[in-house]
């Protein structure tokens, strides 16, 4: 069972446009979500992270949405860059709930053209 | 500040064999959480340890444990070994507390043949 869904194995996008990744997740304890990159023969890197009192949250080039009714946040990039090439990882944890587990999506590729 | 460090890299066992994976956190950092990675199947969570004790863990059989030391290091034993584990197996440390962000290491590649 996927409580954490990120529906797109891949993206593709200019060099200066908008990137957006999409996460889904299915577990209405889910109050603290997290974005995490990855480039090929490394760990993951932190982004950003949301709280579920907040609906947006910045950080330079990268916003994350959230949308609790809906149950799906979202990453924009802005400008897009070659670098941010990476496979993108959304999380979420329960965190009121007394456990200490993030549960990660699957991971969307993105590709940045220049 | 030195990140979290994995040991070995890279792995080769064969089917029924046994495998112990080391990691060390952050310093300071007193929780260490595994993920084993497969292409498709993303982060899949396999246990946390906080201050050597075991304070979740995923849907994995018994075969795939772990432990922790007094100094936060962690191990973690894969034994009986199945083709099914090859996998990209990755440690997070963090302070240990709710909302705390994961500091991954490069993680280890273990090919099972």
């Known amino acids: 069972d996927q409580q954490v869904k990120q529906n797109s194995p891949s993206l593709s996008v200019q060099e200066g446009r908008i990137s957006i990744l999409n996460c889904d997740y299915t577990?209405?304890?889910?109050?603290?979500f997290l974005w995490y990159k990855k480039y090929p023969a490394e760990g993951p890197t932190f982004l950003i992270s949301?709280?579920?009192?907040?609906d947006k949250n910045e950080d330079g080039r990268f916003t994350v949405f959230l949308n609790k009714s809906a149950k799906h946040l979202s990453l924009h990039i802005v400008p897009s860059q070659p670098g941010d090439s990476a496979v993108y990882f959304c999380?979420?944890?329960?965190?009121?709930?007394?456990?200490?587990?993030?549960?990660f999506g699957t991971g969307t590729r993105l590709k940045v053209l220049a | 500040k030195a990140g979290v460090t994995q040991t070995p890299r890279y792995l080769i066992k064969t089917r029924g064999q046994q495998v112990t994976l080391s990691c060390s956190p952050i310093?300071?950092?007193?929780?260490v959480s595994w993920y084993q990675q497969t292409p498709g199947q993303g982060l899949q969570f396999l246990f946390e340890?906080?201050?050597?004790?075991?304070?979740n863990k995923g849907n994995f059989p018994g075969r795939f444990s772990g432990r922790q030391f007094s100094n936060s290091r962690s191990e973690m034993n894969v034994s009986t070994l199945e083709l099914g584990d090859s996998a990209l197996y990755l440690c997070?440390?963090?302070?240990?507390?709710?909302?705390?962000?994961?500091?991954f290491g490069s993680g280890t590649q273990l090919s099972v043949l």
């Open positions: 997070a440390s963090s302070a240990g507390g709710t909302n705390e962000k994961l500091f």
């Open positions: 577990n209405s304890m889910f109050d603290y």
């Open positions: 949301i709280s579920s009192i907040k």
């Open positions: 999380a979420a944890s329960p965190s009121t709930s007394g456990t200490y587990k993030y549960i």
């Open positions: 310093s300071g950092h007193r929780s």
């Open positions: 340890y906080f201050s050597e004790t075991q304070r």
